[in-house]
């Protein structure tokens, strides 16, 4: 009886070791991902502001070339931002949730 109580503890505390081991190795990933979507949403956040600056010069040319890629740069601009609001909400519902 006490030889099983004995395997059975000893499976246990292997049991407790390995899920300690994932627990930290995914805690690890996670906060490597996070570090990764701050740089990101810093990367994007300068991005942004460049290409706002580009877009306040005015076109002093009248091509319909000029003005479709003065376009594409807006839409650019606005797909920087609306990717970086995803990701700063997404951010935020989970700090929300650690919070309460």
């Known amino acids: 009886m006490i ?3 004995t395997i059975v503890l000893a499976l246990e505390t292997l049991a407790l070791i390995g899920a300690g081991y994932f ?3 995914f805690g690890l ?3 490597k991902a996070q570090d990764s979507i701050e ?9 942004y502001e460049s290409i706002s600056k ?13 003005k ?8 650019s ?3 920087i931002l ?5 990701i700063s909400r997404v951010e935020e519902e989970e700090e929300a949730k650690d919070d309460r």
Not at 55 to 63: A, G, H, K, N, T
Not at 82 to 86: G, I, L, M, R, T
């Open 54 to 66: 580009v877009l306040q010069i005015p076109l002093f040319y009248d091509s319909p070339e000029i």
């Open 23 to 25: 627990a930290v190795k």
């Open 29 to 31: 990933t996670i906060l």
């Open 39 to 47: 740089e990101c949403l810093d990367l994007l956040d300068k991005r």
């Open 77 to 79: 601009r606005d797909a």
């Open 82 to 86: 609306y990717v970086a609001n995803v």
């Open 68 to 75: 479709k890629v003065h376009e594409d740069i807006k839409a």
């Open 3 to 5: 030889y099983a109580l």
